[in-house]
Structure formats: C-alpha cells, structure tokens
C-alpha cells in the first residue's frame, strides 16, 4: 500500500487526499472542488486507479480573467495495492469530496467505476 500511499502525495497542491483501510476494502477520499459525477471518470484496470477530472467553472459575461489560478483537470494513475480489486467498487460525489471504495480480494478484471452524486 506505500506505493499508492507515496502516489497520492503526488497529486496537484488543489487535491487533497486521504486513503482507509478495513478488513474489507480500502476507502480514498479526495477532495475535488467544482467537479461533478459527470465530469469525472474512475477506472480500475490491472492494479492502477485512474482519475480523470476537470472542474467546470461559469464566467460572468462583463468579467474577463486577470489570473486564473483556480482551475483544476486532474489525470492521475496510481498504483493499488495488490489486494485491491474495482469488482464491486462503489464510488459517490458529494460536494466535491469523491469517497472510493475499493473491496479487498485476489485478483482484478479491469473494471469501470461508475460515480454518482450523492
């Protein structure tokens, strides 16, 4: 589990990160302001967590950007530990915090993690 534990230190200043363990399953929590269920993916595909996000953001027709430091497209791969499976993975956004649950078991078949608002 230190692999992905060093991996999600690596993410961009804006995402905050937090991984659980249980007896069942590992839980990553990240913190992704302005993105939405549709606007995100998670794939779980032969031990590697995959993260696609971008924040969508509306600009005010008479404003026009001086800086822009808000943004955030996030496409991450990360290691699992080996344990780790997307059979059965659960995912849920909420107010811009995605919560990943991703079961314990010996092997894993690639699987696409469908995310919903909560």
């Given at each position: 589990m230190s692999a992905l534990r060093d991996?999600?230190?690596d993410l961009p200043d804006a995402v905050f990160a937090d991984l659980?363990?249980?007896?069942?399953?590992?839980l990553v929590v990240?913190?992704?302001p302005g993105v939405s269920?549709?606007?995100?993916?998670?794939?779980v595909d032969r031990g590697r967590l995959r993260?696609?996000?971008?924040?969508e953001k509306s600009l005010p027709s008479e404003y026009r950007y001086l800086t822009e430091d808000r943004s955030l497209f996030l496409d991450a791969e990360l290691p699992l530990p080996p344990d780790a499976t997307?059979?059965?993975?659960?995912a849920t956004m909420r107010k811009g915090v995605l919560e990943l649950?991703?079961?314990k078991s010996r092997g894993d078949a690639g699987t696409h993690v469908e995310v919903t608002d909560a």
């Amino acid at each position: 589990m230190s692999a992905l534990r060093d991996a999600l230190r690596d993410l961009p200043d804006a995402v905050f990160a937090d991984l659980l363990e249980s007896e069942e399953a590992y839980l990553v929590v990240l913190d992704l302001p302005g993105v939405s269920a549709d606007t995100l993916d998670v794939t779980v595909d032969r031990g590697r967590l995959r993260i696609e996000a971008r924040r969508e953001k509306s600009l005010p027709s008479e404003y026009r950007y001086l800086t822009e430091d808000r943004s955030l497209f996030l496409d991450a791969e990360l290691p699992l530990p080996p344990d780790a499976t997307g059979d059965g993975a659960e995912a849920t956004m909420r107010k811009g915090v995605l919560e990943l649950h991703l079961p314990k078991s010996r092997g894993d078949a690639g699987t696409h993690v469908e995310v919903t608002d909560a």
